[in-house]
């Protein structure tokens, strides 16, 4: 509270003459990589939301198998029924039977939970790798396998043992004798569980594919200049270079790999200082994002201009008086592209001058952010960034090239580059890890409910083996067979898709929310993903139908004989 207006209590009535309201906050350090948004950070930040949507994820991939469990041991109850009949009949308590099968189920639990163990620990360094971070292993973190684990445990033998353990301790010893062991109520449960599993697979094949796309739109839209074959000298750490930068730009344009050479306080991808500027015909000051460079640099980066033109060597006026805005700028100043050329403009308290050109609009940053106005100015010393373009196909010549002039005319200092491209990509690494591992997650998650779906056919098509081999003595073709035992796994996949629609356009929505610039969800993705569901399913089941009308006509016609 006492430090936010610290500055302006001291500097207020000067801040104020120049438009700026000065405020302080204290920021935690360890919030900085997840919930700072603020300009001109040392490296990418992560997201917040990423680290939601993981655990999301993570935790119905566990759902989903859970479900699976539940599926399976409702839908063997006439294998386990009978032995619970006889039990009951021989006096166990029902007390009894669910502590029985309640020790299944966490036999599984704890069996599947220590082999996921050993696997994410063997696959840790890789995870590592991947975030590129050196995250602690789990058995570095006594509380996650001391505590959580067990919690973790527990959880899903009560989640995914509790029904099971209920419906078949229920057994009557007289259903026993009638072959009447599952309820209706199971059917129907197992039923929805399946149209549950396959709308979460839905889902996540939508979010994955809107994410990929979300991706290749940022990766392959036009910024509004070019920014391949670009390397960037960072002369921030060498103030010789940056007193006089003359001296390497002019050995770097001797390089026959080389075809332009610029320099800049600011390169895309970085932040902008912001300066308050001010136009003819107002009395106060507004803060705009400021972007210094060489004479050169909006053509080494061929930015489109939209009106006027751009810097000359040859118009000593420019150096000093001289601004080009962007579109953005022109249009908050209420002009057209074609109405700003020669008019006013102030830049802070230093510089007065006229407009000279409008470039078109252009992504600075990410997509994440949306364009606002820039005005973009001339020094000639004091540039923090050199940006050497380099020609097709002679990359790595060139680089190699440019580091020898540099260490021959500084030869005690680091030299410090980077790829243009490749850092500016660096601002959706975040998005691409998360698009990656969505992938895998759908994946997971139509496998798990295939491997659910491969359980319960066979047991269904076990139980209808009979009725599927009079039914081909019949006469009743293989075709006809599969049509009759897809058709019941369809139509639940098919009311999942009609469920999953709206939750996979309002999660692929709320999730594009995010970027200034996205791509559109369209009709297509949820098409592909509908026929993507249907077709797993049907080839998922065939298998069984299949086999079992073949076994089946083969065993009628051996009793016949």
């Not at 008019?343 to 997509?367: A, C, M, T």
Request: charged content about 20%.
């Amino acid at each position: 509270g006492k430090i936010a207006g610290l500055l302006m209590h001291y500097y207020g009535e000067d801040a104020r003459k120049l438009g700026y309201e000065l405020n302080l906050f204290i920021q935690p350090l360890l919030d900085i990589h997840l919930k700072s948004n603020l300009g001109r950070e040392i490296e990418a930040n992560g997201q917040l939301q990423h680290v939601y949507i993981f655990s999301a994820l993570g935790f119905f991939i566990l759902v989903l198998a859970i479900i699976n469990f539940i599926n399976l041991s409702t839908a063997q109850s006439t294998k386990f029924g009978k032995q619970t009949g006889i039990r009951r009949i021989s006096g166990s308590t029902r007390f009894q039977l669910i502590r029985l099968f309640m020790f299944d189920s966490f036999v599984y639990a704890a069996g599947a939970g220590l082999l996921a163990l050993g696997i994410v620990e063997m696959l840790f360094p890789y995870f590592n790798q991947f975030l590129g971070r050196e995250l602690p292993g789990l058995l570095e973190r006594p509380w996650l396998v001391g505590v959580i684990f067990p919690a973790l445990i527990i959880c899903v033998t009560l989640l995914g043992g509790g029904y099971p353990a209920y419906i078949l301790s229920s057994v009557r010893p007289v259903a026993v004798l009638n072959n009447r062991l599952q309820p209706i109520s199971a059917s129907r449960l197992r039923h929805g569980l399946i149209v549950f599993q396959f709308a979460v697979s839905f889902v996540f094949a939508i979010c994955a594919f809107t994410i990929y796309r979300q991706i290749d739109f940022m990766m392959t839209k036009t910024p509004g200049y070019e920014k391949r074959n670009v390397v960037v000298i960072d002369a921030w750490t060498n103030s010789q270079l940056r007193a006089n930068a003359k001296a390497l730009e002019n050995e770097l344009e001797r390089i026959s790999h080389v075809e332009d050479v610029t320099v800049s306080q600011s390169v895309p991808g970085q932040g902008l200082l912001q300066r308050t500027t001010r136009r003819e015909g107002m009395d106060t000051w507004v803060v705009m994002e400021s972007l210094i460079t060489g004479v050169d640099f909006l053509d080494v980066y061929d930015f489109e201009l939209a009106s006027g033109r751009t810097f000359s060597r040859d118009i000593e006026w420019d150096i000093s008086q001289a601004f080009v805005i962007n579109q953005a700028a022109a249009r908050s100043f209420g002009w057209t592209d074609e109405e700003a050329i020669g008019k006013n403009f102030e830049w802070f308290i230093q510089k007065q001058g006229q407009i000279i050109g409008v470039v078109k609009d252009f992504h600075y940053r990410s997509l994440h952010e949306i364009i606002v106005p820039v005005v973009v100015h001339l020094a000639e010393r004091g540039h923090g960034y050199i940006s050497v373009r380099l020609k097709e196909g002679a990359f790595s010549a060139g680089l190699q090239a440019i580091e020898e002039r540099y260490r021959l005319l500084y030869p005690d200092q680091l030299f410090q580059f980077f790829v243009l491209d490749e850092n500016f990509n660096l601002q959706y690494a975040s998005d691409e890890k998360l698009g990656l591992l969505a992938f895998i997650f759908c994946g997971l998650s139509f496998f798990i409910a295939c491997i659910g779906l491969v359980g319960l056919s066979a047991l269904i098509v076990e139980d209808r083996r009979k009725e599927i081999g009079i039914r081909k003595v019949l006469g009743a073709t293989s075709a006809a067979i599969l049509i009759m035992l897809n058709k019941g796994f369809s139509s639940l996949v098919f009311l999942a898709v009609l469920v999953g629609i709206p939750c996979a356009y309002f999660a692929a929505d709320q999730w594009l929310q995010q970027f200034a610039y996205r791509t559109e969800i369209t009709s297509e993705v949820f098409i592909v993903a509908a026929i993507a569901s249907l077709l797993v399913t049907t080839l998922t089941v065939s298998y069984h139908s299949l086999k079992a009308s073949i076994d089946s006509a083969r065993g009628c016609a051996a009793d016949e004989i």
